[in-house]
């Protein structure tokens, strides 16, 4: 059964990052942690998740890209903008684009449309998810303890933080989004 649940845990760590990312890295380092299964064992399936995942949507794109750019302006005239920080030093920023979250899939993206060879691309991202592995994988397991001591505190007072993220996300949209205003936008005669 131990044999069952590493090979399960080592699994879902290729997959968690695989599929999303950061937040799945860090559940699969504190299940590690705990010592569901081993934990470089676990870094090194997390890594081979990441890489292959950036490796096919970097083929995607330098496929496919220039026929999604056709159809969607919007995300060419994005890409143009990033370009010029991205033609500056691309070689950087492909071996840190890992660490830039919000900017990965622009930077990926920028690559593949820019001509970079898929060895050049699989090399500096082999370096790229290496470090993103290394610093999250650091945080996760010097931060675990925390973070399960964080959880549990979370799990005893659960209706309590159910209620103020509730209430939180109340005030938000009543003070920041108004969506009355945009559609029931009825304006108020002029006094003379």
């Not at 695989?18 to 399936?45: P, Q, R, V």
Request: aromatic letters at 16%.
């Amino acid at each position: 059964m131990e044999q069952l649940f590493e090979s399960c845990g080592i699994l879902a760590s290729f997959l968690a990052t695989f599929i999303e990312g950061e937040i799945l890295l860090l559940t699969s380092i504190i299940s590690a942690k705990m010592g569901y299964f081993n934990f470089y064992i676990g870094l090194s399936a997390a890594f081979l998740g990441a890489y292959i995942k950036d490796l096919i949507k970097f083929a995607l794109v330098k496929k496919h890209g220039q026929k999604l750019l056709a159809k969607k302006p919007k995300l060419e005239h994005k890409l143009d903008n990033a370009s010029s920080w991205f033609d500056k030093k691309p070689f950087v920023f492909l071996s840190i684009y890992r660490l830039m979250y919000g900017f990965s899939t622009v930077v990926l993206m920028l690559a593949g449309l820019k001509n970079v060879s898929f060895l050049r691309f699989a090399i500096h991202s082999a370096i790229s998810v290496g470090i993103w592995i290394i610093v999250v994988g650091s945080i996760g397991y010097f931060c675990a303890e925390l973070m399960l001591e964080k959880m549990n505190f979370v799990s005893e007072h659960k209706l309590e933080v159910i209620g103020v993220l509730a209430g939180l996300g109340l005030l938000y949209w009543f003070f920041v989004k108004r969506p009355w205003e945009k559609h029931c936008y009825v304006p108020i005669p002029e006094q003379t």
